[in-house]
């Protein structure tokens, strides 16, 4: 099972944001993470992506008589590759996009569940915008978004920081205006 079919599943990929930022953590630990997921749920895709190399083993101890396995994400492996994104049908390009809509569903379901849960407080946001742009600022936008996002991914698990997700999406909405001969741009 390569990265794409391991990470193209809510549950995984939930596991992989709750382990991002260099955390070590249980099943257990991961269990109470992901609280809307049956623990048995939890546990067999955590041994599935230890198994394929996405999680691996930190440190084990013994707690009344089990071991316990405390795990770290393996980032490097966590991660599609352009050549493979560029090598997907448009029905894999519909199924990832579907099992990473419905781990934004679940995710905000349980930020919502949570005791407490204040979305204006906490500054949520799931707006769409409508922009209308050629292929040098596509380009141009892409690379300032890079450029705001990539440096804040480094920030790990600190006392005063709280763990968001941030999901960019961007696609062609319509199809895209056709020259006519003679036509000038």
Known sequence: MDALELLAHPVRL???????????LTTAQLC???PDVSKATVY?????????????????????GAVERRYRLRQERAV???????????????RVFAAAMATLIAEFGAYLDRD????AADLVGYRQH???LDEEE???????????????LAYGPAP????????????????????TPGETP
């Open 160 to 179: 005063h920081r709280t763990r968001h997700l941030l999901s960019p999406i961007l696609f062609p909405a319509e199809e895209p205006p056709r020259e």
């Open 80 to 94: 599609v590759d352009a050549g493979t994104a560029a090598s997907l049908s448009p029905e894999d390009h519909r």
């Open 116 to 119: 407490g849960a204040d979305p």
């Open 130 to 132: 409508a922009v209308w």
């Open 44 to 64: 067999r895709h955590v041994a599935l992506l230890a198994e394929h190399g996405l999680l691996e083993v930190a440190d084990e101890q013994r707690v009344r």
């Open 32 to 34: 109470d993470r992901i």
């Open 14 to 24: 939930r596991v992989v944001h709750a382990m991002s930022g260099g955390r070590i």
């Open 138 to 152: 596509r380009v141009e936008l892409i690379e300032e978004l890079r450029a705001v996002i990539l440096p804040r």
